[in-house]
């Protein structure tokens, strides 16, 4: 079987969804698929994110890793996305992004992606389930094939129990139970089976 190539594309402010990012990288990477982590273009403006010591730290964290590009989404067979809950929905960073995709979407280059989204978010209550559904509403219109975890594993409910996507709830100092990082192993493992075996399956 030909190696699944997996882009885990991401928006995080103050690290979770790195953290989530670079784990589910891991999980992928054991699996044998070829990985590329990374992140959208930050967007606010520099005195909103110096104003926030977390969210200015973590951009001076996260320089080594690439901007996202349009080839890492056509080079991938699956694409794993996490956003942080915004208002209950997808990070603007990370929606514009996604709002640059239309050629390849024009070309027919987003057929048949595995694709699957993760999110944090403060509240357990607070937008986490309608976050990863309305960033799959986008991946309907790609022509992806959208795999949730549902509960196909035991870490799925004790990360809080999102069958549509992990989510992790964080605290005010931007901690989380990092036994909810299981859950992402899980999540990036499954995708990488599936889309290795369409892979297989398309002969591509
Ligand atoms: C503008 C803004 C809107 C937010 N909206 C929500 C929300 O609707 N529900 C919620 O529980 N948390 C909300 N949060 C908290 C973030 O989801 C939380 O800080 C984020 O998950 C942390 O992820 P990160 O560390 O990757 O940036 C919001 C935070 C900001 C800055």
Redesign the pocket.
């Known amino acids: 079987m030909s190696t699944v190539h997996l882009t885990i594309l991401y928006?995080?402010?103050?690290?979770?969804?790195?953290t989530?990012a670079q784990t589910a990288a891991a999980a992928a990477s054991e699996l044998g698929a070829e990985v590329r982590v990374v992140r959208v273009a930050e967007l606010a403006p520099q005195e909103v994110i110096a104003s926030n010591l977390a969210?200015k730290a973590?951009v001076e964290k996260a320089t080594s890793v690439p901007i996202a590009t349009l080839d890492d989404i056509g080079w991938a067979d699956a694409v794993i996305i996490s956003t942080?809950?915004?208002?209950?929905?997808v990070a603007s960073q990370l929606k514009q992004f996604l709002d640059t995709t239309g050629s390849l979407w024009a070309q027919g280059k987003l057929t048949n992606k595995v694709v699957s989204a993760m999110?944090?978010?403060?509240?357990l209550h607070?937008?986490?389930e309608a976050t990863v559904l309305s960033l799959y509403t986008s991946m309907y219109h790609w022509g992806a094939i959208v795999v949730a975890p549902g509960y196909t594993d035991s870490s799925i409910a004790a990360a809080g129990g999102n069958p549509y996507g992990t989510s992790l709830?964080?605290d005010i100092d931007?901690k989380f139970d990092i036994n909810g990082l299981e859950a992402v192993k899980h999540q990036a493992r499954r995708v990488v089976t599936v889309a290795g075996a369409l892979k297989k399956g398309f002969n591509v």
């Open positions: 928006y995080s402010s103050t690290g979770t969804n790195y989530m969210w973590h942080p809950t915004r208002f209950g929905n999110t944090s978010a403060s509240n607070g937008g986490q709830t964080v931007g």
